[in-house]
C-alpha cells in the first residue's frame, strides 16, 4: 500500500470511528451489555475458524525464526478464548459507569456543581503479539462507550481479523455501529505514524508491546498517550516472613509464566532469612531451569544447590526486564534497603513484599512509587481481569491520566456539571 493510500485508509478508519463514538456515548448499558454477551458466546461458537487462523499466524512466526516465547504470545488456545469469553461477561454483569454524576454539591449562588463520568470519545491502540488484546481492547471500548480503532501486530493478522469479525457482528447484532470497533488491515508500518498524529479524530493511544515500540510512539504522537515501558517487578522476602508461603508465592511470581510484564524479574532477601529462604527457592529454580543472576552473598548461599545455573549478575541486571526463566536476586540489609532499590531500579509496575511484619508491610504499600504495590501476593495478579475490571486494555505506569490496569474508569473522563434554577452571576 503506498502512503496516499495508507494516509487516505487512516483518516476514513478516523472518521468512521469519531462518528461511530457519539453513537456509542449515547447507548444504554442494556444494548452494550447485549453486544458484550453476544461476543462472548460468538467466542465460544467460532474456536474451530478461529484455530484455523491463528495456525497461519503461528505457521509465519515460526517460519520467521521467532523466539519461542513470542510464539507463544500469538496462540489462541481454548482457555485464551474461554478467559476472553469471561471477561466480555465479567464487563457486561458490572454496573456502568457512565453518565454517573459524583460529588454533587450546593454553592451559595445555589447552583449545584458535581462531575458526570462520559467516555474519552476514540482510543487507538498499538499492540504486538497476543491476538487476545483485540478482543480485550474490543470489548472494553464497548463498555466504556467509546470508539476504538485497532492496530495489531503483523505478527497475528489473521487472527486479529478474525476476531475483529466477531466484534463487529456482536455489536451489529445489538444494534450498534460495527465501525465502534475497526481493526487497521494493513501491517504497512506507515499506518501507525498516521494513527498516532490525528488529534482532529483520536483521543489518546495506548501502546503495548516492546519497549522500542513504545519509545517510539511516545516520541512521535501527536495525541496523549497512556503508557509504560516494561515490567521489571520485584518480590522481596522480608524479615520476619512466613518462609512456605515466601517460596509459594516466589515461585508462583516467577515460574507461572516467564513472558507476561507482571512476572517477577527481581528478587530481594532480607539477610536474616536467607540462609532458611535461598536454598528452597534456589532448589525450586534449579528444577525448573531458571536461571539466577546473583550477588555476591546470594551465590555463596545458593552454590550447594544441585543443579543451580549460577551467574554474577552485574549492574545492568538489577534492571532488566528478561521475559525468560532468568532472575536476578540480591541480599539486602531489610525494609529500608528493599524499598530504596526498588525505586531506583523498578519499571514502578508491579512490586511486592512478603512479610509477617505489619509495620514493614504499611511502609512498604506508601513508600514503594509503582502503579501496584502488593503484601503476601505474586506479583502475577497484576492485571485487570485478576482485578475485577472484566478486562484491562494495558497497565499504566504513568500518574496520569490513569495507573495501573486500566479498565473501563480509565477509559473515561470527567466534565463538570452544573445544575441550575434560574441563577445568574451578580
Known sequence: MNATNTTELMHTLGQQALAASRLMARASAATKGRALRRLAALLRESGAPLAAENAKDLERARANGLAEPMVDRLKLTPKVLETCAQGCEQLAAMPDIIGEVSGLKQMPSGIRVGQMRVPIGVFGMIYESRPNVTIEAASLAIKSGNAAILRGGSEAIDSNRALAALVQQALLEAGLPADAVQLVPTTDRAAVGQLIAMPQYVDVIIPRGGKGLIERISAEAKVPVIKHLDGNCHTY???????????KVTDNAKTQKYSPCNATESLLVARGVAADFLPQIGAIFAAKGVEMRVCAGSRALLAGVAGAKLVDATEQDWFEEYLAPVISIKLVEGVDEAIAHINRYSSHHTDAILTTDHVHAQRFLREVDSASVMVNASTRFADGFEYGLGAEIGISTDKFHARGPVGVEGL????????????VRG
Open 237 to 247: 522476602v522480608d524479615d520476619p516472613c512466613d518462609l512456605a508461603l515466601a517460596v
Open 412 to 423: 473515561t473522563s470527567l466534565k463538570y456539571v452544573v445544575l441550575g434554577e434560574g441563577e
